[in-house]
């Protein structure tokens, strides 16, 4: 072997490379291989915590979360019921529409989406406002509705870019239609947008999931008093979606149930007759069965289109009601308050007969004026000089306003009072409408309490011809009226004929209650009242003559003026006479007299004389229903 080599290498510049420390290196191999075990360790372990945490911990709740994520519980709001009249014309029906609803929760930048929708469908400055209101008191994930009763043409416009809008919908619904218009306002009213007020009340009652996917309730009128009948029940939906929101399959429905239909009392011949027969005055007219207390006809004129407060009416409209003459939206059936006028006289009649204070045959001179004991004031009759010495037939026939002067005098407020209170007189009827007012049956302890005043003598004896205090609705009249045609059972009159609830084979009729009977002494003197108001149409010189029936029907009746204001006689009123000084004109009536089947009172305001203006209303709506027949 050569010697050289076995001498070591040199490392350039003559340096010795160095020999590896094994031992050293071994050290560090092992360091850092444990520190890359705990690493893995560590991490590992981290993994199983949290795995642990996702699987045991949290397990519900993630796994409720993941099957959100696939699972939608959708609600199904009810069908509202439809409502008829009484001969099953629809008068409130559901149509097919479209809405545009957004979910905000689905949405990242909602501004923007507003401004790109509002290039495809018109979306007025109104609707963007409801629908932040609306925002503000519903939860982010709940489906709000921003525009109703979209167009065909803008439903196909959102179809078009559909894919652009991740959270917004077309959602097909019913909406509410009233086909008979303004002809039925005041009482049907009209079902309007959950607002505020409407959540906070069916919160409060507790119904609040019954209300879920609803967006409307009963504002006004029958759709606001039968709301629960008419609303019915939601229903619910659990539905499989994929990640853009697409249904794929439904997984479990509870269906609704649909409100219950509603027949009314009313009859739309007849409240057409009415309302046609007001012509373009201001007025109102009711109709009551008096066997039963069902209300025939309620007609308020004006009245307005109630179809555009269902998608939610705009300030232009509204301001167009609300400026419009003869307030439309003032209800003057139900809450009209007017002198009664003549109207009075038969009750107070009926009051002296079965009080004992005068008797059939007992007759009052009527010379022109009336004066109190010592006191210089007269109260005058209607006609010049006066009727002569009458009774109390003649006196509801041509009626004398002396007759009932002395009458008042010799009943006295307390005795009036009293036996006009079972009439319905001074306190609301008890039908079927919220709002209801309650008129005025003055009395001593009344105007105490209303002015702090005592009674005084004048005041009784205007009281007999229906002014002074006196205050009644066009309802209270007619009720007090089909009272008096049956012998004295006081019904609280019902709007409600039937209702039909889902399932029921037939309809269930809704009996109107008696809440009061008129005490009779004598079945006679009752029928001395009738036999005088049949004079009034049919007798030679009967104040409505003029409607007399040229067939065998026979109508009882009674005019009456109520005083707008201050008068020497009823006679000064002319066509000179500015148009809103001028007397409301009222007229009562029932018929057939042997057998009455409707009762009817008519007010026209303004109108003049009862006898000329509203006694034609009468007879228009009497004709109109006995020319149909009657229906069980």
């Keep these: 072997m050569n010697p050289a080599r076995l001498k070591p290498r040199l490392k350039p510049g003559g340096r010795r490379r160095p020999i590896k420390d094994q031992a050293l290196e071994a050290r560090q191999f092992s360091g850092r291989a444990m520190t890359a075990f705990i690493i893995v360790a560590a991490a590992l372990l981290l993994l199983i915590a949290r795995f642990f945490y996702l699987q045991i911990v949290a397990h519900e709740e993630f796994a409720t979360r ?19 009249d009484r001969r099953g014309r629809p008068v409130a ?64 416009r959102f179809a078009v870019d559909r894919h652009r809008f991740n959270g917004v919908e077309v959602v097909p619904y019913l909406a509410r239609h009233y086909p ?56 619910l939906e659990k539905v499989e979606t994929n990640a853009p929101g697409r249904t794929l399959r439904v997984l479990e429905r509870q269906p609704p149930q649909h409100g219950s239909d509603l027949v009314l009392s009313l009859d739309v ?7 046609d027969a007001l012509g373009d005055r201001p007025g109102a007219v009711v109709a009551i069965d008096p066997n039963d207390g069902s209300v025939i006809a309620m007609v308020s004129k004006p009245a307005y289109d109630p179809n555009l407060f269902v998608h939610g009416i705009s300030s232009r409209d ?9 307030r439309p939206l003032f209800n003057r059936a139900l809450i009209g308050g007017y002198e009664p006028g003549s109207t009075i006289k038969p009750f107070l009649g009926l009051a002296g007969l079965e009080l004992g204070v005068i008797n059939d045959s007992d007759e009052v001179f009527s010379g ?89 003598p004048g005041e009784t004896v205007i009281t007999g011809i229906g002014q002074g205090f006196n205050v009644t609705t066009p309802l209270q009249l007619a009720n007090a009226l089909a009272t008096l045609a049956n012998g004295g059972s006081r019904f609280a009159p019902r709007l409600l004929y039937a209702s039909k609830r889902p399932g029921d ?91 009455p089947r409707i009762v009817v009172a008519a007010v026209v305001e303004h109108g003049g004389g009862g006898s000329t203006e509203a006694a034609p209303l009468a007879r228009a709506v009497i004709d109109a229903w006995l020319a149909q027949g009657v229906v069980q």
Excluded: C
């Design 66 to 84: 993941s099957v959100n994520n696939q699972v939608r519980v959708l609600p199904i709001p009810p069908n509202r019921g439809l409502i008829y």
């Design 180 to 235: 008979f218009g303004e002809l039925l306002t005041h009482v049907l009213g009209y079902v309007g947008r959950l607002d505020a007020d409407d959540l906070n009340r069916v919160d409060s009652l507790g119904q609040a999931g019954n209300y879920r996917g609803t967006t409307h309730i009963g504002k006004i009128g029958i759709e606001q008093y039968y709301e629960d009948e008419l609303h019915g029940t939601s229903g």
């Design 368 to 456: 022109g004026a009336y004066y109190l004991p010592n006191v210089s004031r007269p109260y005058r009759d209607w006609k010049r000089g006066g009727h002569g010495s009458v009774n109390i037939y003649e006196a509801l026939e041509q009626s004398v306003n002396t007759f009932f002067y002395q009458l008042a005098l010799d009943l006295g407020i307390d005795r009036i009072h009293d036996y006009l209170a079972p009439f319905g007189f001074g306190e609301p009827t008890g039908l079927d409408l919220l709002g209801e007012a309650s008129g005025v049956l003055p009395s001593r302890p009344w105007k105490r309490g209303r002015f702090g005043e005592p009674w005084y």
């Design 269 to 275: 011949l007849v409240q057409q007759a009415a309302w």
């Design 505 to 595: 084979a037939h309809a269930t009729r809704n009996a109107a209650p008696v809440v009061a009977r008129v005490p009779t002494v004598e079945q006679e003197h009752w029928q001395t009242i009738r036999e005088g108001m049949r004079r009034v149409v049919h007798g030679e010189k009967g104040t409505a003559r003029a409607i007399r029936p040229e067939s065998d029907l026979v109508i009882a009746g009674k005019s009456g003026t109520a005083q707008v204001a201050a008068q020497e006689r009823d006679e000064d009123m002319d066509e000179d006479t500015a148009a809103h000084l001028r007397h409301h004109a009222l007229f009562i009536a029932y018929a057939p007299f042997e057998n």
């Design 93 to 156: 029906e559901n149509r097919p529409a479209y809405r545009l609803e957004l979910v905000p929760e689905k949405i990242e930048d909602l501004d923007t989406v507003l401004a790109d929708l509002g290039r495809i469908i018109e979306l007025p400055e109104e609707a963007l406002e409801r629908f932040e209101r609306n925002r503000r008191h519903h939860r982010v994930f709940d489906s709000l509705p921003l525009k109703f009763n979209l167009s065909e043409e803008e439903v196909a």
């Design 318 to 326: 509204y301001a167009a009601i609300l400026a419009a003459p003869g």
